[in-house]
DNA sequence: GCAAAAGTGTTCGAGATACACCCATGA
DNA sequence: TCATGGGTGTATCTCGAACACTTTTGC
């Protein structure tokens, strides 16, 4: 071999969304005296990098069974202040509900920020969120990723709402209702929503809720 | 820190694909004694990962200037037979004539193969090459990556038969033209290319060479 | 009865698809 | 003159885009 093997420290990192107060939102952790960062670390010895990143998850924010995707992985020599870190990055989804922060079982303080330009990431984590962004947006178009934001039960306007979120633009109610409902990827519950001074709306429910289709 | 910082070996490993005798063919090296495997291997000190990819390239298949693009990052503990290895997969694209396997600076064969369930790669390696292979034909529908199979000057037919070799179906002349020429990608030379017997067909130029955009 | 969101169909235009014949050349 | 691939246009269909009013409820 020409060339000497090197080991190298690998670091699985993820982007977590979810939809807040009309807005994305992206989960960030602080630990006592250090500044804001994706939650990840360390892979560890005979671990799968899938299970890393589910396990930092749930380790620093006190999740299980969201969906998860890999994204892509960074490995500039300079991307990291002091020692060379390699980040398999990926990005996950929560429904809006699912938000207990409670079990976080490390000192990390999880927060969720907005997805804006003021977001307090370093370079290299704040390159990670906006490629995550990207493929997000670019997924809701081929993808039936939009569902893995979802409650149990929800109205075609809450879908409806996230979608018009994530792509930065309103939608027209019965052409949107049409495209959704002819993927056949929900049906309806025969429940009602009820709730606010208005015609109660019909619930709906994903038919393969850990699953994201590609349609079109 | 809750768990100890461990080190891990990582190699990057090439997909390079290219047509040949009107099929899609990907390369394999193989070392005297060894069994055919993808061209790529470790990483580098202080050396980033595309960097890797494309020196590994040029090692073991003497070739350069190469279209590469990140594929996935494969980590499986049991992936490979010994010691684990991390393997960050690339996907690459040569026209097709820019076969020179010539400059070889190691003592690694290169060989192209014909995609199908034949290839006599590693099962870590084949999954490799399948997931690139998927990328690879989902790509042609929503970018002009197809362009980097072509060399420096190319008739339109020559165009058709790259997109039907890798879609696996065959498409009608006069719609191809008409979308092709459309995506405002490429221009004529004024050339032909006076071949056979038969008319003479306008030769075409990419006009961003390097460059694969989104459409559509 | 009024405010507020739910729910529902039709028309129109653009882009994709299907399809067949003449052209230029070499042998 | 024949075989071979190069080159071209139109009719049709499908799918997405635009668009407004009625319904049900709580107050």
Redesign the interface.
């Known amino acids: 071999?020409?060339?000497p093997?090197?080991?190298?420290?690998?670091s699985t990192d993820v982007v977590l969304f979810s939809i807040r107060n009309e807005r994305l939102e992206v989960l960030l952790v602080k630990r006592q005296g250090e500044i804001w960062k994706l939650p990840g670390?360390?892979?560890?010895?005979?671990?799968?990098?899938d299970a890393s990143a589910l396990r930092h998850l749930h380790?620093q924010a006190g999740l299980r069974g969201v969906y998860l995707e890999?994204l892509?992985?960074f490995?500039?020599?300079d991307r990291t202040p002091k020692n060379?870190i390699?980040s398999?990055a990926y990005y996950a989804l929560v429904p809006l509900q699912q938000l207990c922060l409670c079990g976080s079982s490390?000192d990390e303080k999880p927060c969720w920020f907005t997805m804006d330009n003021t977001l307090p990431a370093s370079p290299d984590h704040s390159e990670i969120i906006a490629m995550a962004h990207r493929r997000l947006a670019a997924k809701l178009s081929y993808s039936t990723i939009a569902l893995q934001f979802m409650p149990k039960r929800f109205t075609l306007s809450a879908l409806q709402s996230v979608y018009e979120i994530i792509l930065g633009e309103t939608l027209d109610k019965r052409n949107f209702r049409k495209r959704v409902l002819s993927m056949g990827c929900i049906e309806t519950t025969g429940e009602f929503s009820r709730e606010g001074n208005h015609r109660p709306a019909r619930l709906y429910r994903v038919k393969n809720p850990g699953k994201v289709e590609f349609i079109k």
């Open positions: 071999m020409a060339y093997i090197t080991f190298f420290t690998i670390g360390s892979l560890a010895v005979n671990e799968d990098l380790e890999q892509y992985t490995g500039q020599p060379r390699i398999v490390t």
